[in-house]
Every structure is written in C-alpha cells, then in structure tokens.
C-alpha cells in the first residue's frame, strides 16, 4: 500500500509570486484534504477534493485553489505570496462522500513554503 | 474560546513513565476523534482513531474519550526518548468534512 507522497519537498518564492504543491493520494483514497500549518501550531483546514469537486472550504481566500484528478490526486495552488503563507503545507487522504469523510485520514510528509 | 483546546507544553518525563495527553473541546457534535504524533518538520502521523465515547488501546497507547465531559486523552506507556514529538489531537462531526486540530503538545521523554 503506496502512503500519501508531496512534493517538493521544500520551496522558496517571493512575495507576489504564485507556487504550485503537488499531493498523491494513499492507494484506496479517494478523497484529498488541504491543511496550512505555521510553525508551533495545529494544521488548519483549507479545502477538500472529492470526485475533483471542491467538497468544502476554511477560511483561506479565493487566492488558494485546488484542483483534483481523475487518479484522485491532487495541486494546491496559491496566489500573490504573502509573507504569512510561509507554513508547512499538510495534504492528507481519507476515503469519502460527497459533503463527509469517513474513517481515518493519512497525511503526507508535507511541502515547507518560504516566502521571502 | 477555540473549538479544540490542547496545552502546549512543553512536557517533560522520564523514561518509562506513563504520559497523559489531554484535548477539550466545546462542540458537542464531534463524534471522530484523532490522535497524531509529529516529529519535527514533518507530517503528523496518525496514532489512534475512535468514534464517539469509550477507550481504545494499540500497544503502549490508550485513547479515552468522555464526551459528557468533552475532554479526550491519550495515555502513552513505558515511554521512550523516541516518543518525543509534538501530540496533535484532531476531531469532527458525523457528516462534514473537516477535522479541527488542537495546536499540539510537545513531548520531551528523557533518558
């Protein structure tokens, strides 16, 4: 059973600039959330993926955006950097429906952001 | 007030101490409950899953959740140097998409 992949591993962009992350959902997994985690605290939701449809949403701007494929894999993309995106971003997968996930949720290694 | 409270820490132990870590919380509809371990600067792995009330025991880890308290705790036992890592508590309700994570507690298991 192939866990839950990220990449890059590290990325470093400046302000303005837009960044692209990339996440592989665990094998069985059809459904991809997105989580921001700045330094000494807990992940914070930004949005999930089910059947390539937006499911649900946190308090990010329109700015973050996402998209899923048909393979259940999954991009987080993010706009005009600022500062305070700098963060570990978290993507996890889950199996799921449409507006729920069930059972346990995997996450992977993560993508540490920099904006300079 | 945040919807999952979780002390900080940092806590100290010895080795071969039992650990508790413990969440409140104030929404009354969580029914999934998570706990995850994360080492530094990486991604948080998952230790236990419960639904609803009751214990739930994987080796040297015991999860406790009260919900007529709406408190849940995580017992480690014998710990060991390797435990030391930040303990990150996550719940949700039937039905919805997001988890809603404490912002963790660090762990410090000394030799």
């Known amino acids: 059973e192939t866990g839950v992949t990220q990449s890059p591993t590290h990325l470093i962009k400046t302000r303005g600039q837009q960044v692209t992350l990339r996440c592989s959902s665990q094998s069985g997994h059809n459904t991809v959330s997105w989580y921001q985690q700045a330094l000494g605290q807990g992940p914070q939701f930004i949005f999930q993926y089910y059947r390539e449809e937006e499911n649900g949403r946190g308090n990010f701007p329109p700015r973050f955006s996402g998209l899923q494929f048909p393979n259940y894999s999954s991009e987080l993309n993010v706009n005009a950097l600022e500062l305070d995106d700098s963060a570990l971003y978290l993507c996890a997968s889950s199996r799921g429906g449409a507006g729920a996930s069930v059972g346990e949720q995997f996450f992977g290694p993560g993508t540490r952001l920099t904006v300079l | ?111």
Not at chain 2, 50 to 69: L, M, P, W
């Open chain 2, 1 to 111: 007030q945040k919807e999952v409270e979780q002390d900080p820490g940092p806590l100290s132990v010895p080795e071969g101490a039992i650990v508790s870590l413990n969440c409140t919380y104030s929404n009354s509809a969580f029914q999934y409950f998570m706990w995850y371990r994360q080492y530094s600067r990486k991604g948080p792995e998952l230790l236990m899953y419960t639904y609803s009330s009751g214990n739930k025991e994987d080796g040297r880890f015991t999860a406790q959740v009260d919900k007529s308290s709406k408190y849940i705790s995580l017992f480690i036992r014998d710990s060991q140097p390797s435990d030391s890592a930040t303990y990150l508590c996550a719940m949700k309700e039937t039905g919805t998409y997001k988890y809603i994570f404490g912002t963790g507690t660090r762990l410090k298991v000394l030799a």
